[in-house]
């Protein structure tokens, strides 16, 4: 019937709106424990992210320090080269005056008593060694000012490089000026025994002419000693050479301790930026399942207003079916009792009848 019709349609909507009910249940308790994990991904993200800026601070705080420490190895390399400088002016004046000496070498008694063939030989000895060790030291010098020019080409290409190209460009730089001073360091060496040497030549040249003939003795002029001047700036070209190298160590154990850091630091990014990645869409995710629960939600609350007045609709209609069935029952009833009225007038009618005709003669 329409009422059972009704009724079942009814029926599978309460039994509808039970199931949303459960899958909403279902729904936010999913959504609450989402949201809980989002919170805890989020405390740990922020807490990585704590970390990062620390070992951020850590790696520039060490970059600082190596900035500190090269600064002072180009302080300290442009006083050594000052103090090269200083050494070769003292190499000048030995070169251009004869009232400066660097030691006394020369055993003059020895030259005087010397045949002046063997002098004269002896002299031609210590020009051809001369002429070696000065041609020696002047490629030194050349290959020191390459040197020198490698390095000022290193410094600007530091100037111009990356954050990350620098540290390779500055280890070439340190193992440049290491070469340089070793360089410079030897020929500080080659250049005194040379100044010795000229010295020496120019001693038994000196021996020689007179004994020659060819030079006029003059009165002995008391010569200035240079030598103890040449010790002390040697002194403290060692003392800042060391300097330097303690700071370069410095510097390369700071490098080498850097490197990783930075390492660490580039992957500790890349992973904050995929985790922040993946919590934002995990935010997005839940902001859809809001969404769903809210679609839901609403479905929930329609049918909650709805089955109410439907199924009180469903009352009345049932009352109104009754109403009618009770109504069409009595005029069936009564329809019955003027049918069996009829028949039965029908019958005496015909029993009348009867009699009648037996009556009549």
């Known amino acids: 019937t329409v009422a059972d019709q009704q009724q079942d349609f009814l029926t599978q909507r309460r039994q509808q709106l039970d199931q949303l009910r459960s899958e909403l249940e279902g729904k936010q308790q999913a959504l609450e424990e989402k949201m809980g994990q989002l919170s805890q991904r989020w405390a740990e993200w922020h807490q990585a992210e704590e970390i990062l800026s620390s070992r951020k601070a850590d790696a520039k ?3 600082q320090q190596i900035i500190a420490k090269q600064d002072r190895i180009q302080a300290l390399t442009e006083q050594l080269q000052r103090q090269g400088n200083l050494h070769q002016q003292v190499y000048d004046l030995l070169n251009g005056s004869d009232k400066v000496r660097l030691s006394k070498k020369v055993d003059v008694a020895t030259l005087e008593a010397m045949s002046l063939e063997d002098l004269q030989k002896r002299v031609a000895d210590l020009e051809r060694d001369l002429s070696k060790v000065s041609n020696f030291v002047s490629d030194q010098e050349e290959e020191l000012n390459l040197q020198q020019q490698a390095i000022d080409g290193l410094k600007q290409k530091i100037a111009q490089a990356s954050e990350f190209d620098r540290l ?10 290491d070469r340089y001073q070793m360089l410079n ?5 080659q250049r005194r025994n040379l100044l010795e040497r000229e010295e020496t030549l120019s001693q038994h040249r000196a021996i020689l002419l007179r004994r020659q003939g060819l030079a006029a003795d003059e009165t002995p002029v008391s010569a200035v000693d240079l030598e103890p001047l040449l010790n002390t700036i040697d002194s403290h070209r060692q003392d ?6 303690q700071l370069e ?3 390369k154990q700071l490098q080498e301790a850097i490197g990783p850091t930075k390492t660490e630091i580039e992957g500790m990014v890349e992973a904050q930026a995929r985790s922040r990645d993946e919590i934002l869409q995990a935010e997005a995710e839940i902001d859809e399942q809001r969404t769903v629960i809210g679609r839901t939600t609403g479905f929930i609350e329609l049918y909650e207003a709805m089955l109410p007045d439907l199924e009180g609709q469903l009352s009345q209609f049932k009352a109104a079916l ?3 069935s009770d109504s069409v029952a009595q005029f069936q009833e009564a ?4 049918l069996q009225a009829i028949a039965d007038m029908r019958h005496t009618v015909s029993n009348l009848a009867s009699s009648a005709q037996v009556a009549t003669p």
């Open 335 to 338: 329809s019955d009792y003027q």
């Open 240 to 245: 800042i050479n060391d300097t330097i190298h």
């Open 185 to 189: 360091e030897t020929l500080v060496g």
């Open 168 to 177: 390779q460009i500055e280890t070439e730089l340190a193992d440049e000026q």
């Open 61 to 63: 705080l060490q970059q």
């Open 322 to 324: 009754t109403t009618v």
């Open 249 to 251: 160590t410095e510097v």
